[in-house]
């Protein structure tokens, strides 16, 4: 009889032969900037998730240094480009080893919500966005990002960023692209915090069919060959199999996977998350974007 209970006696023993183990290091945070000053507010229908002012973000970054946490992800939520680039200067000032990634589109500074540039028709413009995106990337990149990422799924535009970013003195700044990013009915609780649901449609026509595998490969190969140093998958959970077979099939780049606002939602307990972001780094994510990250390392479940 081959005994599998052995290696499962206590807890100790699980430990030391667990072959997948979260770490701090293993997640970026996100946080949601908002215009004002001692802002701190809890956004409904999201469990542990504020909106911040930039001088809340820098105290709560102290706590979030402190448990581990190096990489975060950043929204700013204003129609003005100002807001992100003050937080920026800010956040690399006071913690310069954080790596600081921002959300690249257009769907928060536009009125409509879409990712893109939107016609009278109402038709979303793919080749006049990519301009509007790079402008942006560049913004946040002399502000002082590290990693801009852009999450509008246009055609092109990571090699129109790359080209933007090294054409000005910003070769260094890295790209994590929102490679596979589906038309997901997972982004609710974030479109909220965000302001960022679109008034009319939906993003059909340039997020990726969740019914579809191999072309979220195809996004992946295109995004690596137009210079993206970080490729992301988009929903997480829900789409386990497309991590897993991106990671097999590009085994040398960085593949981050997003646990997305509704997913996060839908759970009941950290238990679970810790469980389901296991699975996500199982299946082969080398960083996980998380809302519960935090509370992860609090709770003592990583
Ligand atoms: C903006 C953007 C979205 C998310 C991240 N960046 C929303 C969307 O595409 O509609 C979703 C994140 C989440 O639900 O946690 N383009």
């Known amino acids: 009889m081959k005994r599998f209970r052995h290696l499962r006696k206590d807890q100790k023993t699980r430990d030391a032969v667990a072959e997948t183990k979260l770490f701090a290091k293993d997640f970026i945070y996100p946080y949601f900037i908002v215009e004002g000053k001692n802002i701190k507010n809890k956004i409904k229908n999201f469990k542990n998730v504020y909106h911040f002012s930039i001088d809340t973000v820098i105290d709560d970054l102290q706590k979030t240094k402190e448990l581990g946490i190096t990489k975060i992800l950043l929204f700013g939520i204003s129609k003005k480009y100002e807001l992100i680039e003050e ?14 990634i921002t959300d690249v589109c257009l769907c928060t500074y536009l009125e409509h919500g879409h990712c ?6 109402g038709e979303i413009l793919n080749d006049e966005t990519l301009p509007k995106l790079a402008e942006i990337a560049l913004r946040h990149a002399r502000a002082g990002a590290d990693i801009v990422a852009p999450s509008d799924m246009m055609d092109g535009r990571v090699e129109y960023i790359r080209n933007k970013l090294n054409k000005n003195n910003s070769k260094k700044v890295k790209i994590m692209s929102y490679a596979a990013k589906y038309a997901s009915h ?6 909220n915090a965000a302001k960022s649901a679109p008034v009319f449609g939906d993003r059909k026509t340039y997020q990726m069919d969740f019914r579809n595998t191999d072309q979220a490969l195809d996004e992946i190969k ?3 060959n137009e210079g993206a140093d970080i490729v992301m998958v988009k929903p997480a959970h829900t789409y386990l199999d497309i991590v897993y077979r991106a990671k097999h099939k590009f ?3 960085k593949i981050a996977a997003y646990h997305v606002s509704g997913e996060y939602v839908s759970l009941e307990n950290y238990e679970q998350l810790v469980e389901v972001t296991t699975a996500i780094k199982r ?5 996980i974007i998380s809302y519960g990250a935090k509370e992860l390392i609090k709770n003592e479940l990583i």
Not at 116 to 121: D, E, Q, R, S, T
């Open 283 to 287: 299946a082969g994510a080398d960083w």
């Open 251 to 253: 085994p040398k780049i």
């Open 116 to 121: 893109g540039v939107v016609n009278k028709k």
């Open 186 to 191: 997972f982004y609710g609780p974030f479109r």
């Open 87 to 100: 937080a920026i200067k800010k956040i690399k000032n006071k913690f310069p080893k954080i790596c600081i």
């Open 222 to 224: 295109t995004d690596i």
